[in-house]
């Protein structure tokens, strides 16, 4: 199975460390009240929204959306769905910054934050 491209919203606040670092699991989360050891990510930015800025358990004022390349031997977990539609794709362990392009930013207003 060929997963191409994948995508993933973090906070812009974590922009910097994001290029620096890469995406790290177990860092703090946004989305739930415990961290994980997985990056969580979708094939599309209007479903990996719905995973985070939806989800998220407070208002974050701004977005970045990441497309994540994955390398042959990236571990990664799909999970079960319905129908013919991937809904969450996971990667057991980090992403490294040569593995992300920040496609842009998106605010958290109240008609942005619905997914379209």
């Known amino acids: 199975m060929i997963l ?17 670092q890469g995406l790290v699991p177990s860092s703090a989360p946004t989305c739930s009240s415990q961290s994980y050891a997985y990056v969580c990510c979708c094939l599309s930015p209007s479903q990996a929204w719905a995973l985070s ?8 004022e701004s977005w970045d959306c990441w497309q994540i390349v994955l390398n042959p031997d990236s571990p990664v977990e799909v999970l079960p769905f319905w129908g013919n539609r991937l809904e969450e794709i996971r990667i057991n362990g980090a992403v490294l910054p040569d593995q992300l392009w920040l496609v842009g930013s998106r605010s958290n207003s109240n008609d942005a934050g619905k997914a379209r």
């Open 4 to 20: 191409h491209p994948l995508f993933h919203w973090a906070p812009t606040s974590r922009r910097d460390a994001i290029a620096e």
């Open 53 to 60: 800025a939806l989800a998220a358990l407070e208002p974050i």
